[in-house]
């Protein structure tokens, strides 16, 4: 089945650090591939996609590129801010075509702190 | 505003009881889903509907009825709630099943149940 692997948290960095967040991804069919960030006491919004190999998913400082041959989405910031902290999770959705409600599979999420 | 909206946003009940959360959204989205978030488990699935009439179960429905007579609303109902249903409820919206479709999520309904 479809699954996401993302690096364990929690991550603490200082900010203005440079930032990394794992994510590797198995799928039973051609998928599309999310970063979405949850702050405290919200839901999970929408960060960054990417629906095809190769594409580069950006927003708000953060990018992510889709690579079909490692199976990842790694998440990366090149300056990180105090407002940054958060849980961000990595989603894959596949579409299979015909009854397909497209399931967003989600990864464990990664809790992030970055101090000033 | 346009948007989806979850109701209420904290809600303490007993075992036994009913419930229900309220889900409504003003995009004229076909498709709606609700999940819970526990720790250790990330967003699990609880039920998802492809539009008006039509629903369907995820990962984990037992415990759980759903309905939607109209397309903007997706209530959940807790017919008789367990200590074990304690947790974050998230409802969401997606214009389709299409793979570049994200879906898009309420702010969640924070669920005690003693």
């Known amino acids: 089945g479809d699954s996401v692997t993302q690096m364990e948290g929690p991550v603490t960095l200082s900010e203005e650090a440079f930032l990394t967040i794992n994510c590797t991804y198995t799928?039973?069919?051609?998928?599309?591939l999310f970063w979405y960030v949850q702050y405290p006491g919200e839901g999970l919004q929408l960060l960054l996609k990417?629906?095809?190999?190769?594409d580069k998913g950006s927003n708000k400082g953060f990018e992510a590129t889709y690579r079909k041959e490692t199976t990842s989405f790694h998440l990366e910031k090149g300056s990180v801010q105090v407002s940054d902290s958060a849980v961000y999770f990595c989603?894959?959705?596949?579409?299979?075509?015909?009854?397909?409600?497209?399931?967003?599979?989600f990864g464990q999420g990664t809790i992030l702190t970055v101090h000033p | 505003d346009a948007g989806i909206t979850q109701s209420p946003r904290y809600k303490i009940t007993e075992t036994g009881r009913q419930v229900t959360l309220m889900c409504h959204q003003t995009?004229?989205?076909?498709?709606m889903f609700w999940y819970r978030q526990d720790l250790g488990h990330g967003l699990r699935l609880i039920y998802y509907?492809?539009?008006?009439?039509?629903?369907d179960k995820g990962e984990v429905p037992d415990g759980y009825v759903v309905s939607r007579s109209k397309t903007e609303n997706f209530p959940l109902t807790l017919e008789s709630a367990t200590r074990s249903q304690t947790s974050v409820y998230f409802c969401?919206?997606?214009?389709?099943?299409?793979?570049?479709?994200?879906?898009?999520f309420g702010d969640g309904t924070r669920l005690s149940i003693l």
């Open positions: 969401a919206s997606s214009e389709s099943s299409g793979g570049n479709q994200p879906q898009h």
């Open positions: 799928a039973t069919g051609y998928p599309s």
């Open positions: 990417a629906t095809k190999a190769d």
């Open positions: 989603a894959l959705k596949v579409y299979a075509g015909g009854t397909s409600y497209g399931k967003l599979t």
């Open positions: 995009w004229s989205h076909s498709y």
């Open positions: 509907s492809a539009a008006a009439d039509i629903t």
